[in-house]
């Protein structure tokens, strides 16, 4: 089984600043980490490879610095990563951030399984699942709360309003919530793994990408401007001697307010 998990470096979310004049995040010189609901992206990436063998490859898109969140995944028992790093792919949306890790996962070849988080905390979108499924022609399962493999079929299930259990034939890709496992702890071993770890570094001519197709002159879309949310007055608590009285109270405060 060769597996691949979608990793990112993202911003602690305590810490995240915008640059004004581009309205993207500034990444450089911010406190960082690995997204934490990868984590859980390479708990079943792991679990997978535990019960049918196989490799557990980690593919993160971003800055140099982006191999410290790899080096975590190492650390729990990945076998390695690969790190797609190009400043040419600065301002990329999710259009074009799905395509360049397809092309990586293609790059990497014969791969049968595709984990990712659900989404990650910076951009919050959760489409870089269906976005690298369908360049990849694979089958999609999103937002697993369990997740199992037997032979060449995938299954998960998911919370969705009600209980859905859903399959699909090898290859896919599949993205998993936080409810999915509890992630394994480091080992020693697998300390000492994430320390001397060297991971493959990949730019656009690696990947046989223009860099039309990518950064901003790829992308489908643009941020025009970032603004805070509109606050709106909190509601009345309306109370009362009991249930019958704070009936009344309301209706009262309703008639008052010619809503009624």
Not at 170 to 196: D, F, Q, Y
Not at 240 to 254: C, N, P, Q, R, S
Request: aromatic share 2%; charged share 25%.
């Amino acid at each position: 089984m060769k597996i691949v998990v979608l990793v990112k470096q993202v911003p602690s979310v305590s810490d995240i600043e915008l640059d004004p004049k581009t309205n993207n995040l500034v990444r450089i010189g911010a406190p960082s980490m690995l997204n934490p609901v990868d984590m859980h992206a390479i708990e079943a990436a792991l679990a997978v490879k535990d019960a049918a063998g196989g490799t557990v490859t980690l593919v993160s898109m971003g800055m140099a610095t982006a191999a410290d969140a790899m080096r975590d995944g190492v650390a729990m028992g990945a076998d390695g990563g690969v790190l797609v790093s190009d400043e040419r792919m600065a301002g990329s949306d999710t259009l074009a951030t799905g395509k360049i890790l397809a092309e990586a996962v293609e790059k990497i070849g014969d791969v049968d399984l595709v984990f990712t988080g659900r989404q990650s905390t910076d951009g919050d979108t959760g489409q870089i699942p269906p976005a690298v499924a369908q360049r990849l022609g694979m089958s999609l399962l999103t937002y697993a709360d369990q997740v199992s493999v037997d032979g060449d079929t995938v299954k998960i299930v998911r919370h969705n309003g009600g209980v859905e259990t859903l399959e699909a034939k090898l290859p896919a890709v599949c993205s998993v919530t936080e409810k999915a496992n509890a992630p394994r702890s480091a080992t020693i071993r697998g300390k000492m793994n994430a320390k001397k770890a060297v991971f493959d570094t990949w730019r656009l001519e690696d990947l046989g990408l223009e860099a039309s197709a990518v950064g901003k002159a790829g992308s489908a879309t643009a941020v025009s401007g970032v603004f805070a949310p509109e606050k709106h007055a909190v509601g009345v608590m309306v109370e009362g001697a009991d249930e019958e009285a704070a009936v009344h109270e309301l209706i009262g405060k309703l008639v008052a307010d010619k809503v009624l």
